[in-house]
């Protein structure tokens, strides 16, 4: 296990002399962050290796367990030690993800609460699928656009319109390992929406779904 995690929030008070018989007290907030990258469980390693099939079920969230699953934010890879692993996820995402069929698919729509999704880039040619390991929005316009016909394959049966931003700077790892760092742009079905696909898988990583950014 690598670990880069810092120490918990903590609350410092300060005492300011300002006069002769006066003390300002002042609270400066420590805000610190824990982030561990840590190897596959045995449960998660269980799931990937699995032999009777070579795709994966798409978690629910009309299925109580499902639903726990995909509202609990992921915890980073470690490509370089798990690569094996990362590849053989990868592969049976992919193959679920064109089952299904879908654009995109989060590692915590099949269980697996981990940093990861695919995606299909629709600004290429024949709309290649692509991976993002441990993905972050790096930068974001000031305003959003209402996106129309949102979908997820882990709410069936349902669409919606959803807040999203036209563009998108990115930064991940690719499958291969390799950093990318990419701005995705559009939000038209009719042309170029890798960005509003970039964000919606993203957000699985955090717990969010795409009903919870609903728009007129």
């Given amino acids: 296990m690598e670990s880069l995690c810092k120490a918990p929030q903590l609350l410092k008070f300060n005492l300011t002399l300002m006069s002769k018989n006066t003390f300002v007290l002042s609270l400066v907030f420590i805000v610190t962050s824990c982030t561990s990258i840590k190897r596959f469980d045995s449960y998660e390693k269980s799931l990937i290796l699995s032999q009777e ?43 679920t993800m064109i089952q299904a069929p879908g654009i995109g698919l989060a590692a915590p729509q099949i269980g697996i609460s981990r940093s990861i999704f695919i995606f299909r880039r629709i600004d290429k040619e024949g709309r290649p699928i692509e991976v993002a390991i441990n993905p972050k929005i790096k930068n974001i316009p000031n305003e959003t656009v209402c996106f129309e016909n949102d979908g997820c394959l882990s709410i069936q049966g349902l669409r919606g319109n959803s ?24 939000y038209s079905r009719e042309s170029d929406f890798t960005a509003i696909v970039f964000q919606h898988e ?9 009903v919870d950014k609903l728009c007129n």
């Fill in 53 to 95: 099939s070579n795709s994966f079920r798409i978690l629910q969230v009309t299925n109580k367990e499902d639903s726990l699953i995909l509202r609990t934010p992921s915890k980073k890879v470690n490509y370089k030690k798990d690569k094996e692993l990362v590849n053989l996820l990868v592969d049976k995402m992919k193959t």
């Fill in 163 to 186: 807040n999203r931003y036209a563009w998108i700077e990115v930064e991940y790892l690719n499958e291969f390992g390799k950093k990318v760092r990419q701005k995705f742009e559009g």
């Fill in 202 to 210: 993203y957000d699985h990583l955090n717990g969010i779904l795409y």
